[in-house]
């Protein structure tokens, strides 16, 4: 302990605030600040360790055996602080507790699962990019496509009913907002916490579902003692909270760079079998989900900084996704890149369980605007919605030509 | 003796496949085994219930003509810690009128081996819970053992109910008991004759999961004193030969890629995965170790040699897809829809 405590780092320190608007807007100076400064960085602000470089990013995702996500996987440490919900049975659970509703939702979301949406989504895509243009070459392409598609894509494949739907952005950017600090975009929301809850919550019961979709799959899991019926819902709720913003601002992510990379656009259409691969290099280029929280289990010594039982860290796996130790020239968005292994979606026990869904949803709506097509480019300024987790759009104006 | 490091090599998810660290006397006819990656990496995390395939160094001499081309296949619950992330352990009967794998395991494998692993995979989870019963019989003790420690950590109510044909075959015993006192009723069949089934399963419950693994007449037993129980209540595991014992092939297979229009030769060296991309194919891949499933491809003709943790048995029967980045052809050949 002695000998541990003498050749531990003082790791440097930071007063950053990668919570400030401005740095949610534009969060690469910081990040690369942060990167450079260490592989441990004390963010004196929040009292928290915080890693940026990949090689410490991947090795605490993966480690849930010493840092956990049961104290809360924002700044909010569930050990002193009564959560604003009750807790996920995902994300804000650990093993073993985290293990029978992962099974469930992973077998229900496995890519052979997904096989009968392949052709229905396809067609839903179509659809709207059929719609889409046939109203003009100039939109936004945000509200018109990576807004619009999963919308008409997702809850159907969950069972969601018709009703109430718009509540489920909103719902998502507070969950969002929630795991950063206490600040006015938190404030922002407050309003609408009971309401947006409120209807979430009813959507989970197994009343509110159709019958053949993800929510029904999940009950019918419950029937079979594979999961609580009072987990159920909860499960229901893991699937409405973490699998709309998420998929709409990666999608917009995507959109930005194909609007900004015309020649990666020309690659997409020349092989569009590589959809799902170019929607991971935009998940790594943007990190859709820029940060999450751990909990030390014990004291941790990371790159020779001991983090302190029983506090938190902080990951910015957007920046972990741009280490130049692990990337060439991170900074360009490139289809002959291989992404594998980036962190957008996470790693480990908690990897993103939705990540097959988000990249068939990709797919089916790249591959249809690939098709029609042929050059996309930016028609004004790009517009960033600032989150306390997400890196969010409000607008993305483009000019299309068709093929 | 010549395909000792090709089957090493061929150790999936895991590179270069594992080291037996350890190996130990547990009980009369039992031995334990340690393994862990000779580069001291993280192992894939598992769930308890899970079981690995082991690949043992040498060919079996009771075994089917596909297996006798590569090492000796079988399947073994892991009985160690999951907090523990760097190390698995197994526990193996020899099994007298076995095909010589456990004969192998307890004569030849030697603590600095290297031995392949395929998966782990869960059949057999543990769902959720007010109370347990779990009944081994024999070394049916070991995908109960590390469920009883999650039962505990639940706060679960629990008993196991542990039989055996001698208290001296019966492995970790002592730490059961020292571990759980009376929630471990361990019953020696030469001192107490066999399990008293129908007084510890004769009344069904709402409440409890009942968990059985050991010998076929034992499972069979059960089943039939659990007939009137809910639906689901009762979980068995059942090791049978025909389960999974995945052919390992040493040599050298084709790939066709079947879209792109090329065909790669893939060596024992590397995974399918590498191969393809060489090749020039788009595959998106995450873990590596045959647990996210970003890498699972249609597989249009060929017999993939399965060796992912995600795949149920019925996919796995289907053929027609597979985890490029574990995953191992039976045959010559496979063609991928790539």
Redesign the interface.
């Known amino acids: 302990m002695t000998e541990a405590l003498e050749r531990a780092v003082v790791p440097p320190v930071s007063d950053a605030d990668p919570f400030a608007h401005e740095v949610l807007l534009d969060p690469e100076p910081l990040h690369r600040a942060l990167r450079e400064a260490g592989p441990v960085v004390y963010l004196s602000r929040y009292d928290v360790h915080a890693l940026a470089r990949y090689e410490q990013v991947h090795a605490a995702l993966?480690?849930?055996?010493r840092f956990e996500s049961g104290s809360g996987v924002g700044l909010a440490n569930f050990r002193h602080e009564k959560p604003w919900r009750p807790p996920s049975l995902l994300l804000e659970a650990d093993?073993?507790?985290h293990?029978?509703p992962r099974?469930v939702l992973?077998?229900i979301l496995?890519?052979?699962a997904l096989v009968r949406l392949r052709t229905a989504w396809a067609g839903v895509a179509e659809e709207l990019v059929d719609q889409v243009l046939a109203e003009g070459t100039e939109f936004d392409a945000f509200a018109a496509l990576a807004q619009a598609f999963p919308l008409r894509a997702f809850p159907d494949a969950v069972g969601l009913g018709p009703d109430g739907r718009e509540h489920l952005l909103p719902y998502g950017n507070m969950a969002f907002n929630a795991f950063g600090p206490r600040n006015d975009l938190v404030a922002a929301d407050a309003h609408r916490v009971a309401e947006l809850s409120a209807w979430v919550n009813a959507q989970c019961a197994r009343e509110a579902l159709s019958e053949d979709g993800f929510g029904a799959r999940i009950w019918a899991a419950a029937d079979?003692?594979?999961?609580?019926y009072e987990?159920a819902p909860l499960v229901v709720r893991s699937l409405l909270t973490a699998g709309v913003d998420t998929t709409v601002h990666g999608l917009a992510a995507c959109l930005y760079a194909f609007a900004t990379h015309p020649g990666e656009w020309q690659r997409l259409r020349q092989?569009p079998?590589?959809a799902?691969?170019a929607f991971?290099e935009a998940v790594r280029w943007q990190s859709p989900v820029q940060t999450f929280f751990r909990t030390a289990t014990t004291d941790v010594t990371l790159a020779g900084t001991v983090v302190p039982a029983g506090t938190k860290i902080l990951m910015f796996l957007g920046a972990a996704n741009r280490d130049p130790d692990r990337w060439h020239e991170p900074d360009r968005f490139d289809l002959t890149r291989?992404?594998?292994?980036h962190v957008g979606?996470g790693?480990?026990?908690h990897?993103c369980i939705g990540?097959?869904v988000a990249?068939l949803e990709a797919e089916a709506l790249l591959t249809a605007l690939a098709r029609r097509v042929e050059r996309i480019e930016l028609a004004g300024t790009p517009h960033r919605h600032p989150n306390n987790t997400l890196r969010s759009w409000a607008s993305l104006p483009v000019r299309v030509h068709g093929a | 003796m010549v395909v000792t490091s090709a089957v090493a090599d061929a150790g999936p998810g895991v590179g270069p496949g594992l080291m037996v660290s350890a190996k130990e006397h547990v009980a009369e006819g039992v031995v334990s085994l340690t393994l862990t990656h000779p580069g001291g990496a993280r192992l894939p995390d598992w769930t308890p219930g899970s079981h690995i395939d082991l690949v043992l160094p040498w060919g079996s001499p009771r075994s089917s003509a596909a297996e006798s081309g590569g090492g000796t296949t079988r399947q073994y619950s892991l009985c160690g810690d999951r907090w523990d992330a760097h190390t698995y352990r197994i526990a193996v009967l020899r099994e007298a009128a076995g095909r010589g794998g456990s004969a192998q395991v307890h004569d030849r494998l030697r603590p600095g081996d290297r031995v392949g692993v395929g998966g782990p995979r869960n059949h057999f989870p543990l769902v959720p819970s007010e109370k347990y019963l779990f009944i081994a019989g024999g070394i049916g003790i070991t995908p109960l053992l590390p469920m009883v420690r999650q039962a505990e950590l639940l706060g679960a109510d629990w008993q196991l109910l542990y039989g055996g044909r001698t208290r001296a075959s019966m492995a970790f015993r002592e730490e059961l008991t020292a571990a759980y006192g009376e929630r471990v009723h361990v019953v020696p069949q030469d001192e107490l004759g066999l399990l008293d089934l129908v007084a510890w399963l004769g009344t069904p419950r709402s409440d409890t999961k009942v968990y059985c693994c050991g010998p076929a007449p034992l499972l069979a037993a059960v089943e039939a004193v659990c007939a009137d129980w809910p639906p689901y209540a009762l979980r068995t595991e059942r090791f049978t030969a025909a389960a999974q014992s995945a052919p390992v092939r040493e040599e050298p297979f084709e790939v066709e890629l079947r879209r792109t229009g090329r065909t790669v030769t893939v060596t024992q060296e590397m995974s399918v995965l590498e191969a393809v991309r060489r090749a020039g194919a788009d595959v998106l891949s995450s873990c590596e170790q045959g647990t996210c499933g970003t890498c699972l491809t249609p597989v249009l003709e060929g017999r993939p040699d399965h060796r992912d943790s995600v795949l149920s048995d019925h996919e796995r029967a289907a053929n027609d897809c597979m985890f490029l980045c574990v995953s191992r052809s039976c045959g010559d050949r496979l063609v991928l829809d790539l």
Not at chain 1, 338 to 341: A, L, Q, V
């Open positions: 993966v480690d849930w055996q093993p073993p507790r293990d029978a099974r992973r077998e496995a890519p052979p079979r003692g594979d999961l609580t987990q092989r079998e590589s799902r691969s991971d291989d992404p594998s292994g979606f790693m480990g026990v990897q990540q097959h990249r």
